[in-house]
């Protein structure tokens, strides 16, 4: 008989439950490439009822008390699925310095407060792994320190929040307003509990600054990150933009560039050339340049229970294997260098400006003479049939940089009369 491994599984919600289902499911090819018998032998659960709701759909000790499990000498391995911040961090923290191995797929946490456990994991001899924290079934992390551990990472761009890539494609493909398919995404389980933190950009902040540790090594605070989420896109930019060859995408973005990174999470105008505009619905994808793969994209989905689970499975598995060799309480992410952000006019790219001005003689000049002023040279340019009154117009630059987009966007912030409706980045194809 096999050497059973026992798991202490918090919280049985949408990827808990998916837990119990993948290692049963797929018992027989875990336990081979294991050589154990990996088994959830006691669950956290809320209250209770939900005591009560779980005992008649798994076959699981259920406690309400985590030092149930904290305290089981036989439970190897803790995955933590609870969420947020408190208590997902106490509890790690506890069952760290009880020498127990963790899974999590808490992104607010890592984000926030990685460094802090992954140093107490290291303190403790334990393994802390946490693949299912960006892009749910995608093996993103693992193929970064694995699989591109050769190659020089210069840029990562990512479609990595599920909730607000469905509604701007259910905002083109079916005219959707933002509430109808905010609330659509809502039903179908993708988004957060409070879906703030999808439609602010800051789920996928948390993302691109895990990511972030694993392509440069380095740990952004997630203030270094500029975020902004797609609460100001209105149907009209959708149409503008592809009026000009672009798909509108909230994209995070992890650029080295002078030796330092900038890390941004923001709406953009892909172009309908580059990979990352075919993504659709609630996928997520990570589009990686580097120096000796090239281009390379990983695909998939970025949430659900089986996806999700799965990766979640693949780190326990990952640890399993770890303890049978002896080998545990390396890090997941061993790549660390000196933190450095890059100034704004080390910053380039496309952008994009949609302005409202009167419809009337001479506007138009007010614009160019500004941008000329700023050494900002047009792309492309289109103005909208208006209603004879106020007139809105497009434009997208040549490669400029962020500074000059900053001073560009102060200045047409001044004019009386012209409304800045959006500043976008611009991807190429
Ligand atoms: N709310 C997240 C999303 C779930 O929409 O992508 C996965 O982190």
């Not at 000498?73 to 506890?94: D, H, M, N």
């Not at 892909?270 to 000796?292: Q, T």
Request: charged share 25%; aromatic share 6%; proline share 2%.
């Amino acid at each position: 008989m096999k050497e059973k491994l026992k798991i202490g599984l918090l919280g049985l919600g949408t990827v808990g439950s998916g837990v119990p289902t993948i290692l049963a499911e797929h018992r027989e090819k875990i336990s081979q490439v294991t050589g154990m018998d990996i088994v959830v032998s006691k669950a956290l659960v809320r209250d209770e009822k939900e005591k009560q709701y779980q005992s008649e759909r798994f076959d699981i000790e259920l406690t309400t008390d985590i030092e149930d499990i904290i305290n089981d000498e036989e439970i190897s391995i803790i995955v933590e699925l609870i969420g947020k911040i408190e208590p997902a961090k106490t509890y790690i923290t506890k069952a760290l310095e009880s020498g127990k191995h963790i899974v999590t797929a808490n992104k607010d946490l890592l984000a926030q407060h990685g460094g802090e456990l992954v140093a107490l994991a290291q303190r403790n001899h334990c393994d802390l792994y946490y693949e299912a924290s960006v892009a749910g079934g995608i093996p993103i992390l693992r193929t970064i320190a694995n699989s591109l551990a050769a190659d020089d990472i210069q840029k990562v761009l990512g479609i990595v929040n599920g909730t607000t890539n469905y509604m701007l494609t259910k905002m083109v493909s079916e005219k959707q307003t933002y509430e109808e398919a905010l609330a659509k995404a809502q039903e179908l389980g993708f988004a957060e509990s409070d879906p703030t933190n999808d439609v602010d950009g800051i789920d996928a902040a948390y993302k691109m600054v895990i990511l972030s540790q694993f392509a440069f090594g380095m740990n952004i605070d997630l203030k270094q990150v500029d975020i902004r989420g797609i609460r100001g896109i209105s149907s009209d930019d959708v149409a503008i933009a592809s009026q000009l060859g672009y798909e509108i995408k909230l994209i995070g973005s992890s650029e080295k560039n002078d030796g330092g990174i900038a890390v941004e999470v923001a709406p953009m105008l892909v172009a309908a050339a580059h990979p990352l505009a075919s993504i659709r619905d609630e996928f997520n994808a990570v589009f990686i340049y580097s120096a000796g793969v090239g281009e390379s994209m990983y695909y998939g989905p970025g949430a659900g229970a089986k996806p999700t689970a799965t990766s979640v499975v693949s780190d326990i598995i990952t640890i399993a294997k770890n303890i049978r060799l002896g080998t545990t309480g390396h890090m997941f992410n061993e790549y660390q260098h000196d933190t450095k952000l890059t100034a704004n006019d080390a910053i380039f790219g496309k952008y994009y400006f949609s302005i409202e001005m009167p419809d009337k003689p001479g506007q138009i000049l007010k614009l160019t003479k500004l941008m000329a002023e700023a050494n900002v040279s047009f792309d492309q340019l289109l103005q909208q049939k208006s209603d004879g009154m106020r007139a809105k117009f497009a434009t997208i630059t040549h490669t400029i940089s962020k500074a000059q987009m900053l001073e560009v966007t102060k200045q047409i912030e001044k004019i009386a009369d012209f409304e800045l409706l959006n500043t976008l980045k611009v991807l190429e194809g």
